[in-house]
């Protein structure tokens, strides 16, 4: 059964940083696309970061380009969010997924975690 547990959620003012975490269990971690998601109340969940397998390739979301960076350690089956500069806008829940290929859309996302919150005060 996979599991994907995220972590290092929380509150932080505005320009602040937030490193988010995502242990997956049960399936085969080098070979899946990790994307992060998130969704604010009242919001369609959207798309964050993605990475492939071989960290060959990333792919952000306009509005986190240049601030976010997706990591992964394949030995460690993690894949990592860091959050700089962080404004009140991206507050949300924020969800790891696991994929085969690498895409942008919730629905391409084979395996979920629970999510953890992060919110930004102004």
């Known amino acids: 059964q996979v599991h994907l547990v995220e972590s290092g959620g929380g509150l932080v003012q505005a320009g602040g940083s937030l490193r988010l975490s995502c242990a997956a269990s049960?399936?085969?971690?080098?070979?899946?696309?990790m994307g992060w998601f998130r969704q604010a109340p009242g919001k369609e969940r959207e798309f964050v970061a993605a990475?492939?397998?071989?960290?060959?390739?990333?792919r952000y979301a306009d509005s986190v380009k240049g601030r976010f960076t997706v990591s992964r350690d394949n030995a460690k089956n993690s894949v990592f969010l860091q959050m700089d500069s962080l404004k009140p806008e991206d507050t949300a829940v924020y969800y790891c997924?696991?994929?085969?290929?690498?895409?942008?859309?919730?629905?391409?996302?084979?395996?979920w975690g629970q999510g953890t919150q992060v919110t930004v005060s102004s």
């Open positions: 997924a696991a994929n085969r290929v690498l895409t942008s859309v919730p629905n391409d996302y084979d395996y």
């Open positions: 049960g399936l085969t971690f080098s070979s899946y696309t």
């Open positions: 990475i492939t397998w071989a960290t060959k390739f990333t």
